[in-house]
């Protein structure tokens, strides 16, 4: 079979099912396509453009960074120096500080300025491995900036190798102009806003934080009615800081994932197995916080519910552009296994993303994104600290 490329001699973590180990391994590719993806010894003869020998190393599918907030203006360093100086998260966001002082410089920045200081942070990503990356929206908080904060993300797929899948976080803080009126931002987030954004085409998915600092459960279930009315996948922003029934809320939606977690209980975890929902879990948050409350690993285990991983990138809670540090500390604060991380960063992402037919493993049929790493032991792709054993990413087949 004609074929473009072909990997060979090299160790496979497939994750079509568990880590699906290979030994020694082939992947062959077509038009940015795997063609196909398993042991060297059943693979019929391809004739390939090019064949690279792989050597012995290991190759998994290319990354996937499935919640972010990597579009923004400015910093909140400032803030951080605050918070080291003994005042709480609280009480910087009541100050006028938080998510709304990143609101006004992202209003502030010009697109091509926000492009150019997210591009330096995906970047970072990349050389950990990533090829799928969710960008979110939500410090905009007006029509017009969110709009801009999507097509930064937008362009930031157009401008690097690798896919982006954006998602529409209006409901993510009150701006001050709504005066203290959450019903009213609602409405206009569910009148204005989306409409807006979905008629440009610039969501794929819509997100909002459901918590008693954000927007009550009645509140999101409207923007969740209303995503539906355009026929766009909801995820949501929940318990992470108290058991508010969000991960309920998110399975009557048949939410894509319920990410944080930290407060769910075991109804809420039982609710998000019988939707096939995904807990997506941020430990640079739970770091960065320095919060003690750890999301319920066993009743996730438990009930059979998919686990992601993600950086949760942004200025606030989680200013952290290396998907393997987050891995590490996964393992590390969470006890996840090796193999719940991987999985967590690979196909449950996917699944996360609602991309699991294109990306998060190796099989055919899937975009030939990979990430080929210098590493004896997949182990190693959780257990060092600030190192990238990185050798080569794959994006489409390049
Ligand atoms: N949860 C978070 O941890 C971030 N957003 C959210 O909904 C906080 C973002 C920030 O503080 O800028
Ligand atoms: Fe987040």
Redesign the pocket.
């Known amino acids: 079979m004609k074929c473009d490329r072909v990997w060979r001699g090299a160790r496979l973590a497939t994750m079509a099912s568990g880590l699906g180990l290979i030994d020694k391994g082939l992947i062959a590719s077509k038009d940015g396509r795997i063609v196909y993806a398993g042991a060297e010894a059943d693979a019929t003869a391809f004739e390939a453009a090019e064949t690279v020998d792989c050597d012995g190393r290991w190759i998994t599918p290319g990354l996937v960074d499935c ?1 972010t ?1 990597i579009v923004y203006g400015g910093n909140r360093a400032h803030e951080f120096e605050l918070r080291l100086a003994g005042a709480s998260y609280d009480e910087i966001a009541r100050a006028g500080g938080g998510i709304v002082s990143t609101m006004r410089a992202t209003r502030k920045a010009s697109e091509d300025t926000l492009l150019a200081s997210a591009k330096r942070r995906v970047e970072a990503l990349m050389r950990d491995g990533v090829t799928t990356l969710e960008i979110k929206s939500g410090y905009g908080l007006d029509t017009d900036s969110e709009m801009k904060s999507l097509r930064v993300a937008r362009r930031l797929g157009e401008v690097l190798p690798l896919s982006v899948v954006t998602t529409f976080l209006g409901a993510h803080a009150l701006p001050p102009e709504a005066k203290g009126d959450k019903d009213a931002f609602i409405a206009d987030v569910c009148d204005c806003q989306m409409p807006a954004v979905a008629k440009a085409g610039l969501a794929d998915a819509v997100d909002a934080f459901c918590e008693s600092i954000a927007f009550s459960p009645e509140q999101v279930a409207r923007v969740f009615e209303t995503a539906r009315g355009f026929g766009l996948p909801v995820k949501l ?1 929940a318990e992470q800081l108290t058991t508010l029934g969000g991960a309920q809320l998110a399975a009557r939606f048949g939410a894509l994932s319920a ?1 944080h977690l930290e407060h769910a209980d075991e109804a809420g975890i039982q609710a998000l197995a019988q939707a096939g929902t995904v807990a997506v879990l ?1 430990p640079g948050a739970f770091y960065f916080l320095r919060e003690t409350q750890k999301p319920p690993i066993d009743l996730l285990r438990k009930h059979g519910v998919a686990i992601a991983i993600s950086s ?1 990138s ?1 200025p606030g809670t989680s200013p952290l552009t290396s998907l393997l540090l987050t891995l590490n500390m996964a393992a590390t604060f969470f006890r996840l296994t090796v193999d719940e991380c991987l999985l967590g960063v690979t196909r449950h992402a996917a699944k996360a993303l609602g991309r699991l037919d294109r990306v998060g493993s190796l099989e055919a049929g899937k975009s030939c994104d990979l990430a080929i790493w210098d590493i004896e032991r997949p182990a190693e792709l959780v257990y060092r600290i600030g190192f990238t054993p990185l050798h080569q990413r794959i994006w489409k087949g390049r």
Do not use: E, I, K, T
């Open positions: 919640h907030h922003h990410d941020l949760d942004n």
